[in-house]
């Protein structure tokens, strides 16, 4: 598919978030049905239509999406935030880029736990990781992450509103640094798990080479975001 006109891209952002949310309504079913064989015989045929049917015409693997803007870095299908993503929890992120601070909140749902009942500590990884590089990228020292470490202070679990907040600290030329906290909504003194990383700007030359293969200008990684 070409470039969208902003009302095209408007229109198909509304359809992707509508087949994103029946998605991740149908993982969840997937992960906790406990229905007969026959019925899981039956869905895996279904299941296998409706790819028939999105297959019809795909991107590449490097190819962004019609419906994200490159420039800002925004991503309909990431799997942290993404409406369109059926893996994503989503987390829906707020941000304030003036205090060069964000702040996410997101209830983690079945497909994602670790030990019973918990979120799998990668995906709490993921949660700290994005707000931390987003701070940064929303205070325009976009880049990626060089360093990241999760402490782990208590069990997190599913199915509890979290609020996950990113904070840069410091920009010294193309680094960065940012720390995050994850916390229970209805506990937001108890540190549950916390973050630090160092975020690193692409040199300009070399986020065309890393990128080039989108065929698209991707200015978000680089520190002129
Ligand atoms: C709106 C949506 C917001 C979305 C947010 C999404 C968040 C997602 C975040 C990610 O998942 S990013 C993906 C995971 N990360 C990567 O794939 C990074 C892979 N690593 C690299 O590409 C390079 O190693 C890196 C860009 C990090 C650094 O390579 P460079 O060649 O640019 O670094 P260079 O060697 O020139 O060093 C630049 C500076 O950073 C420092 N540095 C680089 N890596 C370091 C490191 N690992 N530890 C400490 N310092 C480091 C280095 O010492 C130097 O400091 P000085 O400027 O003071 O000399």
Redesign the pocket.
């Known amino acids: 598919m070409g470039e969208l006109t902003p009302g095209e891209r408007e229109v198909r952002r509304g359809a992707v978030g509508e087949l994103g949310e029946a998605l991740r309504d149908l993982v969840d079913a997937a992960v906790r049905t406990e229905v007969p064989l026959d019925r899981l015989t039956e869905a895996t045929g279904a299941a296998r239509e409706l790819t028939a049917l999105l297959s019809a015409d795909l991107r590449e693997v490097h190819e962004i999406a019609s419906v994200d803007d490159p420039e800002?870095?925004?991503?309909w299908y990431?799997p942290?935030?993404g409406p369109g993503s059926p893996v994503a929890p989503p987390m829906v992120?707020e941000?304030f880029p003036d205090e060069g601070r964000c702040v996410g909140r997101v209830t983690v749902p079945k497909k994602l736990e670790g030990p019973p009942g918990l979120v799998h500590g990668g995906v709490v990884a993921t949660l700290l990781?994005?707000v931390?590089?987003?701070s940064a990228?929303?205070a325009g020292h976009g880049?990626?992450?060089?360093?990241l470490t999760v402490t782990y202070r208590r069990p997190v679990h599913l199915g509890v509103p979290l609020v996950v907040i990113g904070q840069l600290v410091s920009v010294?030329?193309?680094?960065a640094t940012a720390t995050a906290r994850l916390v229970a909504a209805d506990d937001p003194d108890t540190t549950l798990a916390e973050g630090e990383a160092?975020?690193?700007?692409?040199?300009a030359e070399?986020a065309s080479e890393?990128f080039a293969r989108t065929g698209r200008d991707v200015g978000?990684w680089t520190s002129r975001s």
């Not at 800002?72 to 991503?75: A, H, K, S, W």
């Not at 160092?198 to 040199?203: E, I, K, P, T």
């Open positions: 800002t870095g925004e991503r990431s942290v935030y992120v941000d990781d994005h931390l590089a987003r990228r929303g880049g990626l992450t060089a360093t010294e030329g193309r680094r160092l975020l690193v700007a692409l040199r070399r890393v978000a």
